[in-house]
C-alpha cells in the first residue's frame, strides 16, 4: 500500500494492537492476497535510521508471510523504541499482535 486514503481507511475502520515497539492495524480486504503498509515517523530518527526500522519490518513480514492469513490489508506503525530494538524483538512483537489480532494460521 502507498496511498493515504488506504491508510486512513484501516486506522478508522481496522482493528488495532500494539507494544512499546510498534502498531499494527488490520482491515478484511476483497482479495486473495495480503497488503502491507509500513509507517515510520520523523520522531524515530533520521533517514537512516527510519530507513533500517523499515527494511527490517518489511523481512519479518516476508519471512512471515506463509504464517499470516491472507485477504487482509496490515499497517505496521513503528513506534520511537523501535529504533533501539534487536531484529528479534521486533519479530516477537509482531507475532505477538498478529496472534492477537487473529491473523495466524493455525497451527497443526
Known amino acids: 500500500m502507498k496511498n493515504n486514503y488506504e491508510f486512513r481507511r484501516i486506522y478508522a475502520t481496522g482493528k488495532s494492537a500494539a507494544t512499546g515497539l510498534i502498531a499494527v492495524y488490520c482491515k478484511r480486504n476483497r482479495k486473495r492476497i495480503s497488503q502491507l503498509g509500513v509507517t515510520v515517523s520523523t520522531k524515530v530518527g533520521k533517514a537512516v535510521c527510519r530507513n533500517k526500522v523499515r527494511r527490517r ?3 519479518i513480514y516476508r519471512l512471515n ?3 499470516i492469513k491472507q485477504g487482509w490489508d496490515i499497517v505496521i506503525v513503528a513506534r520511537v523504541k523501535s529504533r533501539y530494538a534487536t531484529y528479534y524483538q521486533l519479530e516477537a512483537d509482531f507475532l505477538r499482535l498478529m496472534d492477537k489480532l487473529g491473523l495466524l ?3 497443526p
Do not use: G, I, N, R
Open 57 to 59: 519490518l518489511k523481512e
Open 105 to 107: 494460521e493455525a497451527k
Open 65 to 67: 508471510e506463509l504464517v
